[in-house]
């Protein structure tokens, strides 16, 4: 079974910066990986998400030139830094693990959060004005 465990979340200030880390265990070759969060009254929404091997990236709007997914593989991690943080951008931030998308041939990460498998249990992201 594969588990992810999310970490670095924490209270900031608007404009600060965080690391979150997704350490993920058991079979997880070949997993495209997700950020998603889901703030206070909203849907969950689509963060970031990046390829096997890392090669390709994908981002949300509300994120891109802000935030950057990356993975470690020889950790078994990956990452989201966040910079320039906003209010709005208070969240629950939950990593996934998709494993279907490598072994049917698709090469491009998902947006969708039904493509994902397995989840983590979350970090609260908390961004004061």
């Known amino acids: 079974q594969v588990q992810l465990v999310e970490s670095g979340g924490g209270l900031v200030q608007a404009g600060a910066s965080l690391r979150l880390s997704c350490a993920a265990s058991?079979?997880?070759?070949?997993?495209?990986m997700g950020w998603f969060r889901q703030a206070p009254g909203k849907e969950r929404e689509f963060v970031a998400a990046?390829?096997?091997?890392?090669?390709?990236?994908i981002y949300s709007d509300s994120v891109k030139g802000r935030f950057t997914i990356s993975r470690d593989g020889a950790k078994n991690t990956v990452y989201l830094e966040m910079s320039s943080l906003k209010p709005e951008d208070t969240a629950v931030y939950y990593c996934?693990?998709?494993?279907?998308?490598?072994?049917?041939?698709?090469?491009?990460?998902?947006?969708?959060?039904?493509?994902?498998?397995?989840w983590g249990q979350g970090t609260q992201v908390t961004v004061s004005s």
């Open positions: 058991g079979r997880t070759f070949g997993s495209f």
């Open positions: 990046i390829s096997w091997s890392g090669g390709s990236t």
């Open positions: 996934a693990a998709d494993l279907r998308s490598f072994w049917s041939g698709n090469y491009i990460p998902r947006r969708n959060q039904f493509e994902y498998d397995y």
